[in-house]
């Protein structure tokens, strides 16, 4: 599980902005105390805020992280693709990223500094007992590994200025870092726009159809599916039960042998399957209404991350979706019977509806300051007491409780207008 993730100097964000997920209010099913932590995490955390004030960006800094530690082995040859902020001193100056995690009970930590040339530091640490170790630390091409990790030591010979040690590491047989670096890759990302054109998410149609298909044609090297297997009956039912809880009068999805493109390659089609009183009708998936491919294509996601308790990001919840379907998802991770491994959301949204659902706690704040910073805050710490546990979030945010709003100035529109002198 995430414990927290903080970055400094990545698009919007200049000054370092944290998202935690330690829950204040511990005395409620959906916290999960974690032991050797001391702490209970959270499994839901909303970014509010009004347009281009970073929402969006909290959530490609992670993606690019995840990204990153998969592809700077194969993709970083003349440049890694960090995107510093564009104003001030932004490009003078090193991105930094820190990324905390719960792995089988041991707290981790993955600190990483760099620029578009190099790596200047990056370093791997874990807690047991709660004491902190050493697993790796590089200061730019000095690696210096922990006591007892010999099989890492190939790593110094495919390090190099632009390669991450971690992405390295990794492929080798030693569970301390692949077990870390597994659980950040199994990320899954939705909604998010790659940084480059080299950054390729999957399609999350993918990895959805994999649950109706046993022929297995999507079994692919996808973020959170490596480890699933081939789907089951049971898979199968999950999956179709989700895709019904919609309500969108879908009966089955049928998915039919190789068609061929004018190109030549073949591809699998998706149909899904409609009924009326007196018969069933499949319909062409690219057919579909925004909203019923934007559900459908979420259940994929939504299955594998709480099947295997991984971290599931979406940018802009609410935009192809009713609030009542973004508020069962949410359910779905708040729910220890339909969660138990502890599967985290995390998603940007300016759906207030949803706020009625949230705890004080799940609920993050970004504003854009006047040099055009993000500023990330949360709603539990907003002016210190007086976000009460049973406030009312939606009616206080739109009222301006918190900030966070967009400032609407009429008066340019009016005078371009030619309403106003």
């Known amino acids: 599980m995430l414990i927290r993730f903080e970055v400094a100097n990545f698009r919007s964000i200049l000054d370092h902005v944290e998202l935690s997920m330690v829950a204040v209010d511990k005395d409620r099913d959906a916290a999960r105390p974690i032991p050797n932590l001391g702490e209970s995490l959270l499994p839901v955390a909303a970014i509010y805020g009004p347009n281009a004030s970073g929402k969006s960006n909290i959530i490609a800094a992670i993606a690019w992280l995840q990204h990153s530690v998969r592809e700077s082995l ?3 040859d003349d440049e890694i693709p ?3 902020f564009a104003f001030a001193d932004g490009k003078s100056r090193q991105s930094k990223f820190t990324i905390e995690l719960i792995i089988s009970g041991i707290r981790f930590e993955y600190i990483l500094m760099l620029d578009r040339e190099a790596v200047h530091y990056e370093a791997l640490f874990h807690y047991p007992e709660k004491k902190r170790r050493r697993i790796f630390e590089r200061e730019d091409n000095e690696l210096k590994l922990q006591r007892g990790l010999g099989n890492l030591s190939g790593t110094r010979d495919l390090l190099t200025p632009r390669t991450l040690a971690l992405s390295v590491a990794r492929r080798f047989d030693e569970p301390l870092v692949s077990h870390f670096a597994r659980n950040l890759i199994a990320t899954q990302v939705l909604g998010i726009r790659p940084a480059t054109k080299r950054m390729l998410y999957y399609n999350p149609l993918y990895a959805t159809r994999r649950w109706f298909d046993d022929s297995n044609r999507d079994q692919m090297s996808l973020p959170g ?17 989700l895709l019904k809880l919609a309500d969108l009068g879908i009966d089955d999805v049928l998915i039919d042998e190789q068609v061929y493109t004018e190109g030549g390659r073949p591809r699998p089609r998706t149909r899904l399957i409609h009924r009326t009183e007196n018969e069933r009708v499949p319909f062409e998936f690219e057919l579909e209404s925004e909203g019923t491919r934007t559900w459908f294509q979420l259940i994929g996601p939504v299955l594998a991350a709480l099947r295997t308790g991984d971290l599931l990001l979406f940018d802009e919840l609410d935009a192809s979706l009713h609030p009542t379907l973004s508020m069962q998802l949410i359910r779905l991770f708040h729910d220890p019977k339909t969660n138990p491994k502890g599967a985290q959301l995390i998603f940007t949204s300016h759906d207030t509806s949803l706020l009625n659902h949230l705890n004080r706690d799940e609920v993050w704040l970004t504003e854009k300051t006047e040099d055009g ?5 949360a709603l539990a710490d907003f002016a210190g007491e007086r976000v009460r546990k049973s406030q009312n979030l939606e009616k206080a945010y739109l009222h301006g409780r918190f900030g966070a709003l967009p400032d609407v100035d009429r008066t340019e529109v009016l005078r371009a207008l030619g309403l106003i002198g």
């Open 225 to 241: 599916m490596e480890d699933l297997g081939r789907p089951s009956q049971a898979d199968r039912i999950q999956a179709l039960a």
């Open 74 to 76: 194969r993709a970083w």
């Open 373 to 377: 910073m993000t500023r990330l805050g």
């Open 82 to 84: 960090v995107e510093p």
